[in-house]
């Protein structure tokens, strides 16, 4: 059910002066994509009016769509009157623009206990954002006993942790959650970065998978062009799918989260793993499309050099740059120093918890095998010293205060 221009009368090629503006290419799977993401997926929940335009990039009239709650398939158009021009300085028709998410809007003031709030004010403001991959809630409280001030729970640790699988697109959207759900209440103003995949499926698992993870207390997440059997991006062999499929599911998830009831500041990433696949040039030109599309953050996998990484800052700024370093990957193990330096604004470390995690057990299970005994491996930690990283002081601490004795002596 495509929309067409003669449906409705107010056509302009200007972008909607509307707060919650989302444009996209026309084309036969439009209505597909409105519906299964807004009908399907949010149901009586999407009560925010939201007016979307349809546009060729700047070739054709646009085509308005207004979508008040669930009535957002009616071809009858609101109003007749034309768009209102675009203010000089804001974006050209054909692109996202959401005026609350602008980042300015994130430069001044305290840090937000909202964790994707903060995150996005950790964005707009200097300094490059350093979020170590955790595993499982070990490896988070770890973390955060070391002080990082942002968390990536990585696909493929997860994957590792709560399956025992590798990185081939065995987990589902309900591991990732579950885990989402428990590192995210560790410290919650803690802004926790979710790898998504794919998205799990089509429009409507992909907005389904967005408001799972802002329930769980997500601060943002990245979705890439891969097909569904998809793999580690530091392995060989790797298929994506068409720049206009994975466009799909950067507005999937921008409709998803724009349709958030009270408005939501959960950040959007948009992966690309085309480079290893069709080369640099198009790599590029999906992420500014992504840009385009929506996507907050750009997110190229496997850039293979300190040159390739500077130039793709800069083809793609003012958006910021995620790179991911695995040791022995497909990117160099460039430091957060060096990132920063070549204009990087995001830099994980994805497996950097799991991978000293096999090592650390590997060695402890050998040496138990030889010696029959885990003293040496426990290195003089005591069981209350091991619940100390867990948060047994805040436990009892918590007890002691709403008049509790369970733990007076521990």
Known sequence: MPINAEDCPALSASLISNPNTFIIPP??????????????????????????????????????????????????CISSAPAPAVPVGEPRSGVYYNARLDPKNYLEGALSHNAATRLRQMLARP?????PGICDGISARVALEAGFDCLYQSGAATTASRLGQPDVAIATLNDFVGAAQMVCSLQPSVPVIADADTGFGGPANVARTVRQYVSAGVAGMHIEDQVQTKRCGHLLGKQVVSREEFLTRIRA?????????????????????????????????????????????????????????????????????????ISGGLTPSF????????????????????????????????????????????????????????????????????????????
């Open 27 to 76: 084309s036969e799977g439009v209505a597909f994509i409105l519906e299964s993401c807004m009908y399907s997926a949010f149901g009586d929940s999407a009560t925010e009016e939201t007016e979307y335009c349809f546009t060729d990039m700047g070739n054709a009239a646009s085509e308005v769509f207004h979508m008040p709650g669930r009535d957002y398939l009616s071809n009858t």
């Open 127 to 131: 300094g490059i954002v350093c979020a």
């Open 253 to 325: 998830a921008v409709i998803a989260r724009d349709s958030i009831p009270g408005g939501s500041d959960f950040v959007i990433i948009g992966r690309t793993d085309s480079a290893q696949v069709l080369g640099m040039e198009e790599a590029i030109i999906r992420l500014k499309l992504a840009a385009d599309a929506g996507a907050d953050v750009c997110f190229i996998e496997g850039v293979k050099t300190e040159e390739l990484l500077r130039s793709t800052v800069a083809a793609l700024a003012p958006k910021p740059v995620l790179v991911n370093v």
């Open 335 to 410: 430091t957060t120093q060096e990132a920063e330096r070549m204009g990087a604004k995001i830099i994980i470390f994805s497996l950097v918890s799991c991978v000293a995690m096999v090592h650390a057990v590997r060695e402890a299970m050998r040496s138990l095998k030889k010696t029959g005994t885990d003293f040496s491996s426990a290195r003089g930690m005591d069981p209350k010293a091991f619940f100390e990283v867990m948060g047994l002081n805040e436990v009892i601490d918590l007890d002691a205060k709403a008049g509790g004795s369970a733990y007076n002596v521990v």
